[in-house]
């Protein structure tokens, strides 16, 4: 879940810079979920591949475990990469100050959805 935090801060940040600059704005949405989707795929297959050798390393997990700390990670990060990068943009829209979207609502947001990506790929990977 912090992973999910740390991706979506940064890419909140980044968007509310460039809102304040005026080099992107709300009808620019779509190019900003791509960018921020193909950030948090590359970002987030690095992330597994450094857990993997972690994982590997630490100790004798099962398959299953393993591939839902992957999935989890991998889906996490990337969907808050797009969170992160989406959610400033529809508050300057909406002409809500972005800065305050960009502590406790996105944070929540994301944690809430991570919480849900794990259990959900748990539920299919492990059968729990």
């Known amino acids: ?25 709300f009808k620019n949405i779509f190019a900003v979920m791509s960018k921020e989707l193909k950030v948090g795929i590359i ?15 630490l100790g004798d997990h099962g398959l299953a475990i393993s591939l839902t700390v992957f999935a989890t ?15 400033p943009l529809i508050a300057d829209k909406v002409n809500v100050d972005p800065t305050f979207m960009a502590g406790s609502i ?5 944690d809430t959805f991570a919480l849900l990506i794990y ?3 748990t539920t299919h990977l492990i059968n729990l």
């Open 73 to 87: 990670l991998l889906l996490t990060v990337t969907l808050s990469k797009i969170i992160g990068g989406v959610l």
């Open 43 to 57: 970002t987030g297959t690095i992330l597994v591949a450094v857990n993997f050798v972690r994982m590997i390393l």
């Open 106 to 110: 996105i944070t929540t947001l994301v």
């Open 119 to 121: 259990f959900e790929v």
């Open 1 to 25: 879940m912090d992973s999910g935090g740390n991706a979506d801060t940064q890419s909140s940040t980044t968007v509310i810079r460039t809102l304040y600059t005026e080099k992107v704005h």
